[in-house]
């Protein structure tokens, strides 16, 4: 495993654009989430807005780069076609997904904690002037808090769980556009089905199967009695789905011709 893994390291570190497109999923998470926190106000204790969600917002963006770098790390090597050499050399076809997978999770989750403690930073900075202030009732954020820990480290398992979820994904489809049109649409497609439901009970089932919509309930910390599933059964919804693109991406890779 260790000679695949350096393999894929080596690999990855000279793909055109890695680094660029780890930079940018950590410029989006902090730029978004900074502008949503100066776009929004408080002005009572009643504006019952979730001060630490707010300042990850970015997230939204962050995730589509960390997707698009996990589906160019697997599909430009069947769009070269040196997934031929690639199998030739290390013929354990499932050693040579999991080390990918391996490395687009570490990847995955530096870019998420650079993003996140951003986010949380410029949260703690612009937040105050617009009137979450201990007056309305709100702290500043900080780690050292229960609930915005859960929240700022659920969301960085949150985006390393969306690059194994495209992984899996792009071994399937052999494809990055068709991967990405893929994962996009999981994300996306959920939460506009769901508005466009009007049986509550459909719509709540959605809300609660839906990958995204589900894992980033881990960042809420109020009102979470109201919510229609609870913080980690929401990540764990969505590493469901990550582990299931998996499992598929591995058993389409063990099956099918390069």
């Known amino acids: 495993m260790k000679t695949v893994l350096h393999a894929e390291w ?24 900074a502008a949503v926190a100066g776009g929004v106000s408080c002005s009572s204790s009643a504006c019952n807005q979730d001060a630490v969600k707010t300042s990850l917002t970015g997230v939204y963006l962050g995730q589509l780069v960390i997707a698009i770098l996990a589906v160019t790390v697997v599909g430009n090597e069947y ?34 904690v650079l993003g996140v403690l951003g986010s949380v930073l410029a949260g703690r900075f612009i937040l105050p002037g617009k009137g979450f202030t201990a007056a309305h009732g709100y702290s500043s954020l900080s780690l050292l808090d229960g609930p915005t820990l859960r929240a700022a480290g659920g969301t960085v ?77 929401g990540l764990g919804v969505m590493a469901l789905w990550a582990v299931g693109a998996l499992l598929f991406g591995g058993l389409s890779v063990h099956l099918r011709d390069a």
């Open 157 to 233: 398992l949150y985006l390393a769980l969306i690059g194994l979820l495209a992984v899996g994904i792009a071994a399937v489809t052999r494809d990055s556009a068709a991967a990405i049109g893929l994962v996009f649409a999981l994300l996306f497609l959920f939460p506009l089905v769901t508005a466009a439901v009007s049986d509550e009970h459909l719509q709540r089932h959605l809300q609660q199967i839906a990958p995204m919509s589900a894992g980033l309930a881990i960042q809420a910390t109020t009102n979470l009695q109201s919510m229609v599933i609870s913080p980690w059964t």
């Open 79 to 112: 769009g070269t076609g040196m997934i031929r050499t690639t199998f030739a050399a290390m013929p354990r076809r499932h050693l040579v997904l999991a080390a990918k997978a391996a490395l687009v999770c570490a990847g995955s989750l530096v870019a998420g």
């Open 10 to 33: 080596t690999k990855l570190r000279t793909l055109s654009g890695t680094f660029w497109l780890l930079f940018a999923a950590v410029a989006l998470t902090v730029g978004l989430s």
